[in-house]
């Protein structure tokens, strides 16, 4: 029974030189395992030629002893320690069955069937514990495998969606760029329903001018006629008539003069620099300005403006070029709502835009003052499904090429944001639309 101390001491060499054939341990241990096998078989045929009487097995059994207690004082070997440990038992019942053997062989002899149980009990030990080893070490090597297949598959995911972030960052700085142009367009095309109402409004001071001039320039023929015959009386009268002319062109020609400058202030990017306002003829203007717009493109469209400005508003502390923008678009819509209803309305039907001011009491410290603005139409109405989506950016009930969607937004943003008012909508399906503007003094 010697001879299995011997032969697990050989295998124990053997399995550490597997357990370590893929590592980087290697060729640290390759060479002195390989060493350690031959002495271990070079004892074990000089121990069974030269020793007897239990000697082999105490020699055997110390020699895995100090197999094991040398793997087990080495780190690089501690991966392998419960495998390791399991040949204690044999190599203690090695040395006990030897001791006995050599001491008391009577007894020995007696009870050796329990010294062989014993021997090759802690021999099959050895083998169950490989086994459950070889089992663990499987599972590891799949976990380990499962864990490499992970990481690949993290490391794919997440160039995935590193490359999915780019793309949606691409396309976010491609919408802001977008939505930046729609912006502009919508400026742009607020400024041309302006031009058409701008060239009608301007021509009618033009006009007067013109006319004025003519005039003045034959009294002032007459004027010099009546001179030269001495007639101081009558040159006096004709010139207090070019005066009054005079006072007309000037007056008309400031009103162009206005015209202009409203022009240019709203073609021109918001300075946000607020000033006082008067919002009755800014919305008085504007309302004028939007109707001649769309009988620019529509001779045949008529509608009646209805204003009831209240007199006694004061000054507000605007953005004027932003705040005419939100009431030409307000007006526009208005314009529009009720043209398209008057292609469907029976003959009776009378497009009426009103429009409306009045100061209100303020909510916070007594005496804060808001205006209202209020511009209601009796056009199409807006239907309830549609009613909370109107001041969504790009939501437009008008057809495709008609209204980009973001009229009503900035006029939203401008008012509610800008400055700190609000903007309500009261309407009824194929009867009304009344816009409320709310806007602190």
Known sequence: MEFFSYLAAFLLVKRLQKFLAFSPLRAKWMSQLTLASWV??????????????????ILGGALLLGAIWFADNEADFQPFNSFIKAHLPLGAASILAGLTEVVAPKFYDKYDNFFDFAIIAGFVWIFARWATTKKQREEINLVNQQNIQLDKLVAARTAELTQQKNELQQTLDLLQTTQQQLIQSEKLASLGELTAGIAHEIQNPLNFVNNFSEVSMELVDEMEEELAKGDTEEAIAIAADIKQNLEKIIHHGKRADGIVKGMLQHSRASSNTKEATDINKLADEYLRLAYHGLRAKDKSFNAEMITHLDETLPMANVVPQDIGRVLLNLFTNAFYAVQEKQKTAATAYKPTITLSTKSIAA????????????????????????KEKIMQPFFTTKPTGQGTGLGLSLSHDIVVKGHGGAINIDTKEGEFTKFIVTIPV
């Open 363 to 386: 909510p916070g410290p007594k005496g804060s003052q808001n205006i209202e603005i209020t511009v209601q139409d009796n056009g199409t109405g807006i239907p309830d499904s549609v």
């Open 40 to 57: 271990v078989v070079g004892i074990c045929i000089s121990a069974i030629i030269y020793l007897h009487s239990g000697w082999p097995s």
